[in-house]
């Protein structure tokens, strides 16, 4: 089964997760794409969605889908997103679309955090992706040498801008032996937004289509 197919086959496989009458969150990037479609088959049983990126907005208008600001509801009980990588504690490196900073935030609010991936994103420790930073812009340089000094290889993502207007520097060669501490060290950084690690805030759950099977991690 090529990898589309998987992303098409583990979208299906988050729809029986999706309560009916609510809110959900939605990611963005080729797989949430496919849970958009999807999503798209059951769009009456549903009050509407919130979007995590412009492009995601936009999908779901497409097909019908009332999209709501995340100010104008007071908790969603679920997201549905793919992810850059994950790992068998269900942290993840996200934003190779470059929409990781309102991805964390729908992911903050969500009570439960649904991952979909094919076998490939699957991996025993981050750090094979690039990980992506969302810098303020005028920060960059400085953001740039700090990420060097923590060892990693930044590379300015060049004629990117995020849906809020920033940058995104990718990171290559980051030792991530603590995804947890990490992600709360390069945060710390001033001029950093986020960063696409995942760790504080993991799945709840991960679909994983591998073969003809969805593995539940
Ligand atoms: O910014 C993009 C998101 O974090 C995506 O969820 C991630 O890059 C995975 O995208 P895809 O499903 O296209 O591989």
Not at 65 to 73: A, D, G, P, R, S
Not at 105 to 133: H, W, Y
């Amino acid at each position: 089964m090529d990898q589309n197919a998987l992303k098409q086959r583990v979208a299906e496989a988050a729809l029986r997760h999706v309560p009916e009458g609510e809110v959900i969150g939605v990611g963005t990037g080729s797989t949430a794409n496919c849970f958009i479609d999807a999503l798209a088959t059951m769009k009456d049983r549903l009050a509407g969605a919130v979007a995590s990126s412009e492009a995601t907005a936009e999908r779901l208008r497409g097909h019908g889908i009332e999209v709501l600001e995340l100010n104008q509801v007071d908790s969603l009980p679920l997201y549905v997103d793919g992810a850059d990588e994950v790992n068998d504690h269900r942290e993840m490196i996200k934003g190779g679309g470059g929409a990781l900073t309102r991805e964390k935030i729908v992911a903050a609010v969500a009570e439960r955090f649904i991952c979909i991936v094919d076998g490939s994103k699957q991996v025993k420790r981050l750090g094979g992706f690039p990980l992506p930073v969302e810098v303020i812009p005028m920060a960059r340089s400085y953001v740039a040498r700090r990420l060097a000094a923590l060892g990693g290889q930044p590379q300015y993502r060049e004629g990117f801008v995020t849906d809020n207007g920033n940058l995104i520097l990718d990171v290559r060669n980051l030792d991530i032996l603590n995804p947890i501490e990490l992600e709360e060290k390069i945060n710390n950084i001033t001029g950093v937004v986020t960063n696409g690690l995942f760790a504080r805030r993991p799945a709840d759950l991960v679909l994983v289509g591998r073969g003809d099977e969805v593995i539940s991690i």
